[in-house]
C-alpha cells in the first residue's frame, strides 16, 4: 500500500503535468499599442480602475515577488519539492535536504563493493547515489567484480558467472569460445579422430583433446604405435613401411647390396627392408660385389682371382679353365726367351718356362732377342741379320772405321763410325783433313801456294816466302815506268765491295791524258789479282791531275771508312795542285768505296776535293785514313802540309778530320771541315810523306791513337826528327788549333841528331799476341848502336799496354825489338808496316830498306820481313825474308812502300812492295798453303 505522502505528490504532479501547454492563458498580455490608431473611439484620459499590475513571468500562479524562479513554471512556492537538484517549492531546501521531497523521484542504491556496476543486499532511497553504490541490484557475488548478471559464462571450475544459477556446461549461455574442442576417441587408444568434434569445458565420456588418430577404428594404430611391415601408416605420420624412417626393423626382411648386378649380394651389406629394395637381392653369396663376372655362378679363370667364390683360385680350383691362361715356352737356358715350338698352356709360368718365345738358340743364355747384336759371326738378337748386316748392331763391339769420301785411303776424323768389318768407301786410318780431294792426305806431299793442305800437317809456315825471295819469285809482278815513279805509294781496299780485294798505285810524275807533265796518276787494279799487268795498258781505273806539276799519286791512302756503310774509301793527294787559284796550296781527292771506277777519272770528277788554306801549303804531302779516334763508328783522315807556316815557318800541320754519315762533296778548305790541327815547331815540316801512323790502338781501349812524325826536329839534335803521339779521345778529336809538341801524350825522342825518326810510322798489328797493338817506327838515318854503320837506319817496336805511356821516351830504349839496317846508308826503315803473313795468329814486321844493294847491285832496295813474335836487339840481315830488289844495275828503290792485304782471298796476308825508281811493283803471297 502506498503511503499517503505519495500520493499526494502524484496528485501535485499530475495537476501541474500540462502548465507548458496552459501558461499563455494565464498569464497577463500587456498591450502598449496605441489607442487613436486601433479604436477612435478611445480617448487618452479614459481612466483604468484596476488597481496595480501583477507579475507573473512564468505563468505559474506566483507573483514573481514570491516565485524563486519566474522563468520556470513547475518552481514556486506551491510546487512539490523532487529529486532533481533544483529548489521547487521556493523553501530553500534541494532533493533530500528537504524533508517534502517527493519519495515517488527518489531512487534505491545497492553496495557494489567489487565495482562491477551490480549492487547486493537491500539497498537505500535517496535522490543522489551514496558512494559505492549503484541502482541495479541482483550481484551473486558482490567481491568478485567478474561475477554479475552481466558477465559472460565461461569454462571455470564451476563458477557462475553471470548470477543465473547455472555454472560451465549446465548454463546454456555459455561462451563456446572460452571451452575446449574434444574428440572422439571410437578405439578408446586416447587419440580422437580429426571431424568429430565436441565443444565442452571438459572432457565428455569417449572423446579426448588429441584428433591426431589416423584410423579410430583400430586402436593399434596411433602417433605413438611403432611403425611395422604391414602395408599400414601405424604411427600416424604420413608415412607407410619403409618409406618411414620409424620404421621398427625388427619387423623387417634382410636383403644384400648386389652392387655388380649380378644377382648375388654381399654378404658384408645387409639392407634390412619389408619389401626388396633396387639394388639388393636376398642372396648374401658374392665374394667380389664389385666385379659382375665374380660370383658363385661365375666360370673358374686364370687371372689369380677367385671368380665362382669357392675360395680356390686359378691352378687350386679344379674347375678352371685352362683355356683362359697364358702360353709358355721351354727356356732351357734361363735367358728369359723359351723356344716357339715347345708350348705349354697355364695360369703361371711352371718352372724352366718362360712366357716369351722367340729364343733362337736355347742351349746359349747370350743369345735371344733381347741381347745386343754384336760382332762375332752369330745371330745374337735372333732377328735373321748377322753382324754388319743387323741395324741394331752395337757398334762399339766394331772396329772403328773413317768415312773416305775421296777414297785416299784416309778417312775423316769428324765422320767415324764402328763396322765388324771394312767397308766400300771407309778407311781405318784417319786425319784427312780435306775429304773431298784425294790429293790431301796426311801420306801426300805438300805443295806450295795451291790453296791446299797437302799432307794435313796444319803447318803453314813451310809455305809462303822464307830466305832471300827474288823478284823472279814474285807471285805478282805489275809492270809501269820508271821515270814516273811508278810504285812510289800503294794503297789496297775492297772499294768495289765485290769481296776481293784491289789495289791502287800511285805514280805522280806521270802525264795526264792532255800531255801535262807531272799531273801524276793513280791506277787501279780490281781484285781478283792477276799475276801480271802492265800499266797505262791493262788498268781497270785510272785517276790523274789536272795541271803539271800537280803531282798526285805521291800519297795515297785506304783501309779506312770514312761514312760508316762498311766499304772503304781511296784518297789520293796531290800536294801542288792548284787549287781555287792558289799556287801550291795542294788538294786531297776522296773517292768513296762502294763504285767500280772505269777509264780516265779526273782529279775534278772526284766526290769531294779538301784543299790546303794558304798558297805553297802543299796540302796533301801525306794522307793516312788512321781509324776512329773519337768512337763514333766513323773514321777520321789526316792530312799534312810540310811547309805550311802554321806554327812558324815550315812549321808544317796535320789536320784531322772526322768522318761522318753525311758525306764530304764538292770542293772545301780543310781549315773548315777539320776538328783539330796540329802545328809543328818552326822547321819542323810536320805532314811530310809517310809521317803520319796508320790505324792502331795502343792501349786497347777501342779508339785509334794518333801517332805524327816530324823527320827534321831539332829537340835531339839537328835532324833528329821526333814522333807525337796522342791516345784516342773524343774530346782531342774537336780541340781546334794545337801545337803538336804541347798537346802530345807522349813524345818518341831519337836516339841522336840525324836519326830522322818519324820516316816511317806503321801499324803492325798485335805482332806478341798480347791483345794490344804494337806501334813501329822507323829512323832512316838511325847509325848502329856500335857506331860503325851510319845512315845504316833502324826500326823500333813499340809494344802496346794498358798503361799509357807519358812524356819524353827515347825510342832506343823504349823499344822491345830494334832492328838496324846491314850496312851503312841502307836507309833501313824508310817504309814500316806489318800483317800476319805466316798466318799463326801473330803480326809479323815489313820493313822497307831503299838503300840496301842485293846482289852487287846498288841501291836494289829490299823488304825485310819478321815473323811475329819479335823482340830484342836485331840486324836487317836476321830477317826470316829478304825480298830483293831487282838486279837492274842500278838504283830500284824497292821498299819505299808497301802495302799488306789478302791478295788471294786464302786468309793470309800478302805483301805488294813498290820498287818505283824500276817502276815496278811486286807481290808475295804470304803463309797460305
Excluded at 314 to 331: N, Q
Excluded at 647 to 663: E, H, L, Q
Excluded at 676 to 684: C, E, I, L, M, Y
Excluded at 877 to 899: E, K, V
Amino acid at each position: 500500500m502506498r503511503s499517503p505522502l505519495m500520493m499526494l505528490s502524484l496528485l501535485a504532479l499530475m495537476a501541474c503535468g500540462d502548465k507548458d501547454e496552459s501558461s499563455t492563458d494565464s498569464v497577463p498580455v500587456v498591450d502598449d499599442s496605441d489607442d487613436s490608431e486601433t479604436d477612435d473611439s478611445k480617448t487618452d484620459d479614459s481612466t483604468d480602475d484596476t488597481g496595480p499590475e501583477v507579475i507573473d513571468v512564468d505563468g505559474d500562479g506566483s507573483p514573481a515577488d514570491e516565485d524563486c524562479d519566474d522563468n520556470d513554471a513547475e518552481v514556486n512556492p506551491g510546487a512539490q519539492e523532487i529529486c532533481d537538484g533544483i529548489d521547487n517549492d521556493c523553501d530553500e531546501l534541494t532533493d533530500d535536504a528537504d524533508d517534502s521531497v517527493d519519495l515517488g523521484s527518489v531512487q534505491t542504491w545497492f553496495d557494489d563493493a567489487d565495482g562491477d556496476g551490480y549492487g547486493a543486499g537491500d539497498g537505500v532511497q535517496v535522490c543522489a547515489p551514496p558512494e559505492g553504490t549503484v541502482n541495479v541490484d541482483g550481484d551473486c557475488a558482490p567481491d568478485d567484480a567478474a561475477v554479475s548478471p552481466g558477465a559472460a559464462e565461461v569454462c571455470d571450475s564451476g563458477a557462475d558467472n553471470n548470477c543465473d544459477g547455472l555454472a560451465d556446461d549446465a548454463d546454456p549461455s555459455l561462451d563456446p569460445s572460452s571451452a575446449s574442442t574434444f574428440y572422439a576417441d571410437a578405439d578408446e587408444d586416447s587419440y580422437g579422430a580429426p571431424g568429430d568434434t565436441i565443444i565442452a569445458c571438459e572432457a565428455p565420456a569417449g572423446a579426448v583433446s588429441d584428433d591426431s588418430d589416423c584410423d579410430d577404428g583400430d586402436a593399434a594404430v596411433n602417433p605413438v604405435a611403432d611403425e611395422v611391415c604391414d602395408g599400414a601408416d601405424n604411427n600416424c605420420d604420413g608415412l607407410t613401411d619403409d618409406a618411414d624412417p620409424a620404421l621398427d626393423v625388427t619387423t623387417t626382411t634382410t636383403f644384400y647390396t648386389d652392387g655388380d648386378s649380378d644377382g648375388f649380394g654381399d654378404d658384408d651389406n645387409p639392407v634390412f627392408a619389408c619389401t626388396l629394395p633396387s639394388g639388393a637381392v636376398t642372396d648374401s653369396t658374392d665374394c667380389d660385389d664389385f666385379d659382375s663376372t665374380v660370383n658363385p655362378d661365375g666360370d673358374e679363370v686364370c687371372d689369380g682371382i677367385d671368380n665362382d667364390c669357392d675360395e680356390d683360385v686359378d691352378a687350386d680350383d679344379a674347375s678352371v679353365d685352362l683355356s683362359t691362361g697364358s702360353t709358355f715356352y721351354t727356356d732351357g737356358d734361363g735367358d728369359g726367351y723359351g723356344l716357339t715350338d715347345e708350348a705349354v698352356f697355364a695360369c703361371e709360368a711352371p718352372a724352366g718356362t718362360s712366357a716369351v718365345d722367340g729364343d733362337c738358340d736355347d742351349l746359349d743364355e747370350l743369345i735371344s732377342p733381347a741381347a745386343d747384336e754384336v760382332c762375332d759371326g752369330a745371330d745374337n738378337d735372333c732377328d735373321d741379320d748377322v753382324d754388319d748386316d743387323d741395324s741394331s748392331l752395337d757398334a762399339s763391339s766394331g772396329t772403328l772405321f773413317y768415312t773416305d769420301g775421296d777414297n785416299d785411303g784416309y778417312g775423316d776424323s769428324s765422320a767415324s763410325f764402328y763396322a765388324c768389318s771394312l767397308p766400300s768407301g771407309a778407311a781405318a786410318d784417319d786425319g784427312d783433313c780435306d775429304d773431298a780431294e784425294s790429293a790431301v792426305n796426311p801420306g801426300a806431299v805438300e805443295v806450295c801456294n795451291t790453296g791446299l793442305d797437302e799432307d794435313c800437317s796444319g803447318d803453314e809456315n813451310d809455305c809462303g816466302f822464307g830466305g832471300d825471295v827474288l823478284t823472279a819469285d814474285a807471285d805478282y809482278s805489275y809492270t809501269g815506268t820508271a821515270s814516273v815513279n811508278f810504285g812510289y805509294e800503294l794503297a789496297s781496299g775492297d772499294w768495289n765491295d765485290d769481296g776481293f780485294m784491289d789495289l791502287a798505285i800511285g805514280a805522280q810524275n806521270s802525264k795526264n791524258t792532255d800531255a801535262k807533265s807531272a799531273a801524276g796518276r793513280v791506277y787501279i787494279a780490281y781484285g781478283p789479282l792477276p799475276s801480271t799487268m802492265t800499266f797505262d795498258l791493262e788498268e781497270d781505273a785510272v785517276f790523274e791531275g789536272v795541271n803539271s806539276s800537280d803531282y798526285l799519286g805521291k800519297s795515297i791512302t785506304s783501309g779506312g771508312d770514312l761514312d760508316g756503310d762498311g766499304i772503304p774509301e781511296l784518297l789520293m793527294g796531290a800536294y801542288a795542285y792548284n787549287d781555287g787559284g792558289v799556287s801550291d796550296n795542294g788538294t786531297v781527292l776522296l773517292a768513296y768505296g762502294g763504285s767500280t771506277w772505269s777509264g780516265t777519272i779526273s782529279a775534278t770528277s772526284a766526290d769531294a776535293r779538301i784543299y790546303g788554306d794558304l798558297k805553297s801549303d802543299q796540302f796533301g804531302q801525306v794522307v793516312r785514313l788512321i781509324g776512329d779516334v773519337d768512337g763514333d763508328g766513323y773514321d777520321e783522315l789526316a792530312v799534312g802540309a810540310n811547309v805550311a807556316d802554321y806554327g812558324g815557318t815550315n812549321s808544317g800541320v796535320v789536320y784531322i778530320i772526322p768522318g761522318s754519315a753525311t758525306r764530304y762533296s764538292g770542293a772545301m778548305a780543310a781549315s773548315t771541315i777539320a776538328g783539330v790541327a796540329f802545328a809543328g815547331d818552326t822547321g819542323d815540316r810536320l805532314g811530310d810523306l809517310r809521317n803520319i801512323g796508320q790505324g792502331f790502338d795502343l792501349n786497347g781501349d777501342g779508339l785509334a791513337d794518333v801517332a805524327l812524325g816530324s823527320v827534321e826536329n831539332t829537340t835531339v839534335g839537328t835532324d833528329g826528327g821526333i814522333v807525337y803521339f796522342y791516345y784516342g779521345d773524343s774530346a782531342l778529336l774537336y780541340s781546334g788549333g794545337l801545337a803538336a809538341s804541347g798537346a802530345a801524350d807522349v813524345r818518341f825522342l831519337p836516339a841522336g841528331a840525324s836519326d830522322n825518326l818519324g820516316e816511317g810510322i806503321g801499324a803492325p798489328g798485335d805482332v806478341d799476341g798480347d791483345g794490344y797493338d804494337e806501334l813501329l817506327l822507323g829512323a832512316i838515318g838511325y847509325d848502329d848502336p856500335a857506331g860503325s854503320l851510319s845512315f845504316s837506319g833502324g826500326a823500333f817496336l813499340i809494344n802496346g799496354s794498358s798503361t799509357l805511356l807519358s812524356g819524353d821516351v827515347t825510342v832506343s830504349t823504349a823499344a822491345t825489338a830494334t832492328v838496324t839496317g846491314a850496312v851503312g846508308s841502307d836507309n833501313l826503315g824508310a817504309w814500316v808496316s806489318g800483317g800476319d803473313l805466316n798466318n799463326d795468329g801473330l803480326d809479323d814486321l815489313v820493313l822497307g830498306s831503299t838503300g840496301y844493294d842485293y846482289g852487287g847491285s846498288s841501291n836494289t832496295g829490299a823488304a825485310f820481313v819478321f815473323y811475329g813474335p819479335v823482340s830484342g836487339a836485331l840486324v836487317a840481315t836476321d830477317a826470316d825474308a829478304l825480298l830483293a830488289g831487282p838486279a837492274t844495275g842500278s838504283a830500284a828503290a824497292m821498299g819505299r812502300a808497301a802495302t799488306v792485304f789478302d791478295a788471294d782471298a786464302d786468309g793470309a796476308m800478302d805483301v805488294f812492295v813498290g820498287a818505283s825508281s824500276s817502276g815496278t811493283v811486286y807481290g808475295y803471297l804470304g803463309g797460305g798453303l
